[in-house]
C-alpha cells in the first residue's frame, strides 16, 4: 500500500496514507456497520464527525501542498478529496441552519456562508477537470449534482409567505423518509437529487396537501416541486390540482397540470407552478394524483410507484 501511495501521489502519498489510517481507525473506533444507500449524514456524529472531518481536512491540505509543484500528482490529490467534500457538503445540506451548514442565522436573517460554497464550486469543478463520469450508481452526474445542489442552498426564505407555516396530509407521507415531518415542506429548503433528504414521499397513492398561511398573508403564487429518480420507483405525479380558500373550509380550483407522456426521460425535478388575482387567500390545497404504478417500460414494471414532495413556496 505504501508503495502504491508514495508512487502515484509522490511527495503526497505519506499524507494521504495518513488520512486513509485516520479514517480507517475513526470508523473502527465507532462500531459503525456501513451501508451503501445511507447518507454521510448519519454518521455526522461518529467518524464524520466535525472534529475528525476537520482532521482529515488538514490532512488533505498538507498533501496538496506536497504535490503543487507537480500539476498531474495535485489532481491526483484532488480527486483522492472528493469523497470527504461529497460528506461535508451533504452534511451541510442536512444541516443547512446549524454549525455545519451552508447558512448562519443572524437576527432574524439567513446569510450564507462562502466557504460552504466554495467547497460545492471545488468539488464540481475537480469533477469536470478530472473527467469523473456518476456519482453514484443510479447514474447522478456531477453537472445534475452540481446543479440541484445550487437549488437546494437557494433557501426560500425572504418574501416566502410559506416560510414555517403549518401543513398538513391525507394521508400522511411514508415515517421512513424525512420522518413523515410535514414541516420539511415548509422549511424554506428545497430538496436536491436525494429522495433521503429534505423530501417526503408517498407511495402508490393520491394524496392531498393543505397549507394555512394565517390571516394576514394575502398571496398570489405558489408552488411546489417533485422528484424524478426512476431506479427508485420515483416519478413525477401523473396531476396535481391547485386550490383556494378563505376559510378553510370552501376551495376554489385554480389551476391543473398534468405531466404528459411516460416519463421515459423525466427531468430530475418538476415544478408545479400557480397563480391568482383572487384577494384574502389564506388556505392553499393541493390533490396530488401519482401514478401509482411503474411503467411498462420500467424494469419493475407494475410495481408501486412514489411521488416525492419538498417545499411549498407562495409570494
Given at each position: 500500500?505504501?508503495?502504491?501511495?508514495?508512487?502515484?501521489?509522490?511527495?503526497?502519498?505519506?499524507?494521504?496514507?495518513?488520512?486513509?489510517?485516520?479514517?480507517?481507525?475513526?470508523?473502527?473506533?465507532?462500531?459503525?456497520?456501513?451501508?451503501?444507500?445511507?447518507?454521510?449524514?448519519?454518521?455526522?456524529?461518529?467518524?464524520?464527525?466535525?472534529?475528525?472531518?476537520?482532521?482529515?481536512?488538514?490532512?488533505?491540505?498538507?498533501?496538496?501542498?506536497?504535490?503543487?509543484?507537480?500539476?498531474?500528482?495535485?489532481?491526483?490529490?484532488?480527486?483522492?478529496?472528493?469523497p470527504l467534500q461529497y460528506a461535508m457538503i451533504e452534511i451541510g445540506k442536512s444541516d443547512m441552519?446549524?454549525?455545519?451548514?451552508?447558512?448562519?442565522?443572524?437576527?432574524?436573517?439567513?446569510?450564507?456562508?462562502?466557504?460552504?460554497?466554495?467547497?460545492?464550486?471545488?468539488?464540481?469543478?475537480?469533477?469536470?477537470?478530472?473527467?469523473?463520469?456518476?456519482?453514484?450508481?443510479?447514474?447522478?452526474?456531477?453537472?445534475?449534482?452540481?446543479?440541484?445542489?445550487?437549488?437546494?442552498?437557494?433557501?426560500?426564505?425572504?418574501?416566502?409567505?410559506?416560510?414555517?407555516?403549518?401543513?398538513?396530509?391525507?394521508?400522511?407521507?411514508?415515517?421512513?423518509?424525512?420522518?413523515?415531518?410535514?414541516?420539511?415542506?415548509?422549511?424554506?429548503?428545497?430538496?436536491?437529487?436525494?429522495?433521503?433528504?429534505?423530501?417526503?414521499?408517498?407511495?402508490?397513492?393520491?394524496?392531498?396537501?393543505?397549507?394555512?398561511?394565517?390571516?394576514?398573508?394575502?398571496?398570489?403564487?405558489?408552488?411546489?416541486?417533485?422528484?424524478?429518480?426512476?431506479?427508485?420507483?420515483?416519478?413525477?405525479?401523473?396531476?396535481?390540482?391547485?386550490?383556494?380558500?378563505?376559510?378553510?373550509?370552501?376551495?376554489?380550483?385554480?389551476?391543473?397540470?398534468?405531466?404528459?407522456?411516460?416519463?421515459?426521460?423525466?427531468?430530475?425535478?418538476?415544478?408545479?407552478?400557480?397563480?391568482?388575482?383572487?384577494?384574502?387567500?389564506?388556505?392553499?390545497?393541493?390533490?396530488?394524483?401519482?401514478?401509482?404504478?411503474?411503467?411498462?417500460?420500467?424494469?419493475?414494471?407494475?410495481?408501486?410507484?412514489?411521488?416525492?414532495?419538498?417545499?411549498?413556496?407562495?409570494?
Amino acid at each position: 500500500m505504501t508503495e502504491f501511495l508514495d508512487g502515484y501521489y509522490g511527495a503526497a502519498g505519506s499524507w494521504i496514507g495518513e488520512y486513509i489510517g485516520a479514517l480507517e481507525e475513526a470508523l473502527a473506533r465507532s462500531g459503525a456497520r456501513l451501508d451503501i444507500y445511507e447518507p454521510p449524514s448519519v454518521h455526522a456524529e461518529t467518524f464524520l464527525g466535525r472534529e475528525k472531518v476537520l482532521a482529515y481536512t488538514a490532512l488533505f491540505d498538507q498533501a496538496e501542498a506536497a504535490a503543487a509543484r507537480d500539476p498531474a500528482v495535485l489532481e491526483r490529490v484532488k480527486t483522492a478529496r472528493l469523497p470527504l467534500q461529497y460528506a461535508m457538503i451533504e452534511i451541510g445540506k442536512s444541516d443547512m441552519f446549524g454549525p455545519l451548514g451552508f447558512y448562519v442565522e443572524r437576527g432574524g436573517r439567513f446569510e450564507p456562508r462562502p466557504e460552504m460554497k466554495r467547497l460545492l464550486e471545488d468539488f464540481y469543478a475537480t469533477c469536470v477537470r478530472n473527467g469523473v463520469r456518476t456519482l453514484n450508481e443510479s447514474g447522478l452526474t456531477p453537472k445534475d449534482y452540481y446543479q440541484t445542489a445550487l437549488r437546494f442552498i437557494d433557501v426560500q426564505v425572504e418574501g416566502n409567505l410559506a416560510f414555517r407555516k403549518p401543513a398538513t396530509a391525507n394521508p400522511l407521507p411514508a415515517v421512513k423518509y424525512g420522518h413523515g415531518n410535514l414541516a420539511l415542506l415548509t422549511d424554506g429548503v428545497r430538496g436536491a437529487n436525494d429522495f433521503k433528504v429534505h423530501w417526503l414521499g408517498w407511495e402508490a397513492i393520491d394524496f392531498d396537501l393543505t397549507l394555512d398561511l394565517g390571516p394576514t398573508s394575502a398571496p398570489h403564487e405558489v408552488s411546489l416541486s417533485t422528484l424524478y429518480d426512476p431506479r427508485s420507483w420515483i416519478l413525477h405525479p401523473r396531476k396535481v390540482i391547485c386550490s383556494v380558500s378563505t376559510d378553510g373550509a370552501r376551495f376554489q380550483e385554480i389551476g391543473s397540470l398534468t405531466v404528459e407522456g411516460d416519463q421515459r426521460n423525466g427531468e430530475v425535478i418538476r415544478t408545479f407552478a400557480y397563480s391568482w388575482t383572487l384577494p384574502n387567500v389564506r388556505f392553499i390545497k393541493f390533490h396530488v394524483e401519482g401514478t401509482k404504478q411503474l411503467p411498462n417500460w420500467h424494469a419493475s414494471a407494475g410495481g408501486g410507484s412514489w411521488v416525492f414532495i419538498d417545499e411549498i413556496i407562495a409570494r
